[in-house]
Structure formats: structure tokens, C-alpha cells
């Protein structure tokens, strides 16, 4: 097995022992479903997937490599993703500053050109 293999390898092992971790963007004790508002994007290694929406970074609080959504308290917060397309290995960055209700979780989706060629826009979607 080559180097770069072994590397693949070892971050996929990673990936599959943390999961999809959720971070917290407030201090304290973890606080109820109900209490926060969950930010959901997609895995920063999503192999084979046409499109994917990463979270960077909420309110300057950068996620890791392992967390892909967050538990913010409700209001008005910056979501700063990527969107990146496979095809055209693009990546573009956007930042959205929308007001966030708790006891929702609200999952990033991308626009795309014709072909899905480019992200023109980032949306915020509630889920339920």
C-alpha cells in the first residue's frame, strides 16, 4: 500500500470512530433539543457525492474535522460554509446571517448553475 493510501486509510478510520460529532457554540452544560437550534451540514469527506455543504464556522467558532453540525442558542447567527462541486473540483464560500428558533434543526443546501457546474447560493432549510 502506497503512503498516500495508508493516509486515506487512517483519516476514513478516523472519520468512522468520531462519527458526526455536534458541536456546542455556547457555554455551559449541553442544554436540551428543545432549548437550541441545531446547524447541519454535510462531512467534510463526502467521497463521491456531486455536491457538498461544509460548515466552517459559526459566529468565528471554527468546527473540526470531525463535527459537521452545531447546537446554537436562538437568534441571529453568521454561518460562514463551503460548497463544493465534485465534477468541476470548485469550492466557493458563503456566509448567511439568518435568525435560528430552538427546537429546530435546519440543514445547509446548495443552488446550482445549469449542470450542476457551479454553487451560486447557500440556503438554510429547516427540517422540521
Not at 433539543?33 to 467534510?44: P, S
Not at 468541476?88 to 435568525?99: A, N
Request: hydrophobic letters at 40%; proline letters at 3%; aromatic letters at 4%.
Amino acid at each position: 500500500m502506497t503512503h498516500r493510501r495508508h493516509l486515506w486509510v487512517a483519516i476514513a478510520a478516523a472519520l468512522g470512530v468520531q462519527g458526526c460529532m455536534t458541536a456546542q457554540s455556547y457555554d455551559g452544560p449541553k442544554l436540551a433539543r428543545d432549548e437550541v437550534a441545531r446547524i447541519v451540514g454535510d462531512m467534510r469527506f463526502t467521497a463521491g457525492a456531486p455536491i457538498s455543504v461544509v460548515l466552517r464556522q459559526v459566529d468565528e467558532q471554527t468546527l473540526s474535522l470531525g463535527q459537521n453540525s452545531i447546537d446554537v442558542l436562538p437568534g441571529k447567527h453568521s454561518v460562514l460554509v463551503d460548497c463544493r462541486i465534485q465534477e468541476t473540483m470548485s469550492i466557493t464560500r458563503h456566509r448567511i446571517e439568518q435568525d435560528f428558533f430552538a427546537g429546530r434543526t435546519y440543514r445547509l443546501s446548495a443552488e446550482t448553475g445549469p449542470g450542476v457546474r457551479e454553487c451560486t447560493a447557500v440556503h438554510v432549510e429547516a427540517m422540521d
